[in-house]
């Protein structure tokens, strides 16, 4: 019914940037929320960022003032804009989206920051 699809991640030093995008794709009527979560080798998936529709966002700690997310609620994406990268970054990132009282997760995007 839905896919998400994310893009942009990759590897990148220290320092620099990164913005992901993810569009959705199918049988969609709404889009309440948006946002990114992130899965590190050995960790569990912690939530990064997200965003309503009427956009409010929220950030984890952790990327708090590095990071910027958005929402085109016409073409039903969300971005992340990652800034000041650390290695502690490198994960897989996945969008994820609540559309018509349901949840749905992107197949996921590495990202790998090397110092």
């Known amino acids: 019914q839905v896919q998400l699809v994310e893009s942009g991640g990759g590897l990148v030093q220290a320092g620099g940037s990164l913005r992901l995008s993810c569009a959705a794709s199918?049988?969609?009527?709404?889009?309440?929320?948006m946002g990114w979560y992130r899965q590190a080798p050995g960790k569990q998936r912690e939530l990064v960022a997200t965003i309503t529709s009427g956009g409010s966002t929220n950030y984890a700690e952790s990327v708090k003032g590095r990071s910027t997310i958005s929402i085109d609620n016409a073409k039903k994406t969300v971005s992340l804009q990652m800034n000041n990268l650390k290695p502690e970054d490198t994960a897989v990132y996945y969008c994820w989206a609540v559309a018509g009282f349901r949840a749905y997760w992107g197949q996921g995007t590495q990202v790998s920051v090397s110092s």
């Open positions: 199918g049988t969609i009527f709404s889009i309440n929320v």
